[in-house]
């Protein structure tokens, strides 16, 4: 990891600058994708399970012998992690349940909003050698206290591993209702879409490698999607009250996302910075994914700056999409922070707590996306409707208004379907 020591204000867009090279390749391969699972449905997801996966697959949707079948490979003390972090995640979100609206906005005129619930929801987990259900939790606890009529899963079988035995446990009890063996950007476009064995959703969640990314990007304008997003983030900030063995362990658990993820420390001092660096190359070593925390580092940054105010002005231009605040008073650092995806306080709040089991979700915007958008919570799984009720005379007070803003905009269909009611006798 480079260190910079109180780098001009100049230099701050270099610095705040993700690992996401342009890839036409990425770009023309998951065109091709889609047009093929477009095209032929199931038959092109077949020949790509075959081609990427060196699977063959029969049947997409996964059983329920074979989901119990899992379920029972499933440890008795991740089955006990599971239960509580689903007790902490649905206790959060179920707070979030948002009430109708219901005002009189002058006599007779009466406005409505009322959330109602996505009817069916499609995730993505990825598999691979970390295997995410922890996102399932993060994604199905919300769908279903949200009250969505269906949610499906997709997550990739390869011929060598199968699905991880976590996630299908981890979907049985959240009350997932089809689970289907088919990964990357053919499974993003088989749920946009709809395939002869996969039906169409009408909003897909789900994080995934640069494929998946891409696909959901270009399939934006065809199916919603929870948000951009890129390779996982972190910046910490600290003063000289924070542990540098913390800050060490908390960058690397950010580097161990993979290659593309990057870890920021602004802190301070050049004493907090080089007890960090230390604590990296220390701890690093006793790490079983080396190649993916090396790829990490070697784009992560450590800063060191004097003043509070540009620590915050910095880490607001930087927009993490987990943001760990290691310093005295850390309440009062977040109530200045106006763009991160989630806020970690204090020392002993680790970024691992919000992956896992606190509560919060940590389905979150990257690549400064953290600046307009939240992360998955339960909205993200509603939509609200408005409603009018407009009385004759509540119709009579707004008529002058409405008529003169549509002919001054020269819609006068607009005009008149306020002056025939106005003017009726019935």
């Excluded at 199931?42 to 996966?53: G, H, K, T, V």
């Excluded at 409505?112 to 009817?119: G, L, M, R, T």
Aim: aromatic share 6%; charged share 20%.
């Amino acid at each position: 990891m480079d260190t910079y020591i109180n780098p001009p204000r100049a230099e701050w867009p270099r610095l705040t600058e993700r690992n996401i090279p342009d890839d036409p390749a990425v770009d023309k391969a998951v065109s091709g994708i889609i047009a093929d699972v477009r095209l032929r449905g199931d038959e092109a997801l077949r020949n790509m399970a075959l081609r990427f996966d060196h699977t063959e697959i029969s049947c997409f949707e996964v059983s329920e012998a074979e989901i119990a079948e899992g379920c029972a490979k499933v440890s008795d003390g991740v089955k006990a992690a599971i239960s509580l972090a689903k007790e902490n995640i649905t206790r959060f979100h179920s707070a979030q349940r948002p009430t109708d609206v219901d005002v009189m906005t002058m006599p007779g005129v009466r406005c409505v909003q009322k959330p109602v619930a996505i009817d069916r929801v499609g995730l993505y987990i990825p598999g691979g050698r970390a295997p995410l259900f922890s996102t399932v939790l993060m994604l199905a606890c919300p769908a279903r206290i949200a009250g969505c009529k269906e949610i499906i899963l997709c997550t990739p079988q390869s011929g060598n591993r199968p699905i991880a035995p976590e996630i299908l446990y981890a979907a049985a009890v959240c009350g997932i209702d089809r689970i289907y063996r088919i990964g990357g950007a053919q499974a993003i476009a088989a749920m946009a879409l709809g395939t002869e064995s996969i039906p169409k959703v009408d909003k897909i969640f789900g994080p995934g490698n640069r494929y998946v990314t891409k696909a959901k990007q270009q399939l934006s304008a065809t199916v919603a999607i929870d948000m951009p997003a890129g390779p996982s983030e972190v910046l910490v900030m600290a003063d000289d009250s924070a542990n540098p063995t913390f800050i060490a362990a908390d960058l690397l658990s950010q580097a161990e996302h993979g290659p593309d993820s990057q870890a920021i420390l602004v802190c301070t001092s050049e004493r907090i910075a080089s007890e960090t660096q230390a604590e990296i190359s220390r701890l690093s070593k006793k790490l079983s994914r080396e190649d993916s925390v090396a790829g990490s580092l070697s784009h992560s940054r450590l800063i060191v700056m004097d003043g509070r105010d540009d620590m915050i002005d910095f880490v607001n231009a930087y927009a993490p999409e987990h943001l760990i605040i290691s310093m005295k008073s850390p309440w009062t650092v977040a109530q200045e922070i106006r763009a991160a995806g989630s806020v970690f306080i204090g020392n002993y709040s680790p970024e691992s707590a919000g992956d896992y089991a606190s509560g919060t979700n940590h389905t979150l915007p990257t690549s400064a996306w953290a600046r307009a958008y939240s992360g998955v919570n339960l909205d993200s799984f509603m939509r609200k409707i408005t409603y009018q009720e407009l009385t004759r005379e509540g119709l009579g007070l707004l008529a002058p208004a409405i008529t003169a803003m549509a002919e001054a905009e020269g819609l006068d269909a607009h005009a008149l379907a306020v002056s025939v009611r106005t003017q009726s006798d019935t």
